[in-house]
């Protein structure tokens, strides 16, 4: 199996800018926009995985299951970094872990119906509890300021940098954010591997409830 993450002598500056100017890189949006950032190739024939567990996982990837605690384990990233930093999936088939940058900033939502979860731009104070969405009176002002999540896809990172320039606890902080991402990728890879040995894709029936409106004779 691929291990992606590797130890850098922190000491040393060599080893550290051989370190990022070699580390794998990928377009943060389309190959002609020219910007790119430090990524991971997860393509499932590219992890060095035995046949069966490969095969598994191409399985496992029609479920929405599968994805659950992938996105976990990439939210969690982008949380433990303030979502300054964050990763995402590229590439033709989303074959391509990148990293991007971003940032977390109020929104301008004030209340949510702890029912429907459907937001709101007002206050109850300001109207009332009732939600607009499901009529019931569960709305409720958010306890702190709402904020949202957002993400530069158009920005690079270290697209045109040689590092000659940069100090060393700089060096040491972009190699140490690289290494996450490279942990990251070696946790996802983990989590498919255990996923596929102790799970398969079935096909399943299920029925879905719908409303319609229908015609009913009137009562005389």
């Known amino acids: 199996m691929r291990k992606f993450y590797h130890d ?7 080893k550290m800018v051989d370190y990022l100017k070699n580390h794998f890189r990928y377009p943060t949006m389309n190959s002609w926009n020219g910007s790119t950032s430090y990524a991971c190739n997860m393509k499932i024939t590219h992890l060095g995985l035995d046949s069966d567990i490969t095969e598994a996982i191409f399985g496992l990837i029609l479920t929405d299951e599968f994805f ?46 702890t029912n429907c979860g ?24 958010y306890p702190k300021t709402h904020t ?27 190699v ?7 942990k990251l990728a070696d946790s996802m890879i983990a989590e498919a591997v255990c996923m596929a040995k102790h799970y398969c894709a079935v096909e399943e029936t299920y029925l879905v409830e719908k409303t319609r409106l229908a015609l009913v004779e009137r009562a005389v």
């Open 8 to 14: 850098v002598d922190k000491r040393s500056r060599t």
């Open 68 to 113: 659950e605690p992938m996105s976990d384990l990439m939210r969690d990233f982008g949380a433990e970094h303030n979502f300054q930093w964050q990763v995402g999936m590229n590439g033709r088939s989303g074959g391509y872990m990148v990293l991007y940058q971003g940032a977390q900033e109020p929104s301008e939502y004030k209340s949510y119906c």
């Open 118 to 141: 459907q937001r709101n731009y007002t206050s109850i104070s300001e109207n009332s509890n009732i939600c607009g969405a499901c009529k019931k009176p569960t709305r409720w002002d």
């Open 148 to 174: 949202q999540v957002i993400t530069y896809p158009g920005k690079g990172t270290d697209d045109c940098d040689d590092f000659e320039d940069w100090d060393m606890d700089s060096l040491r902080s972009r």
């Open 176 to 182: 140490t954010l690289v290494q996450e991402l490279d």
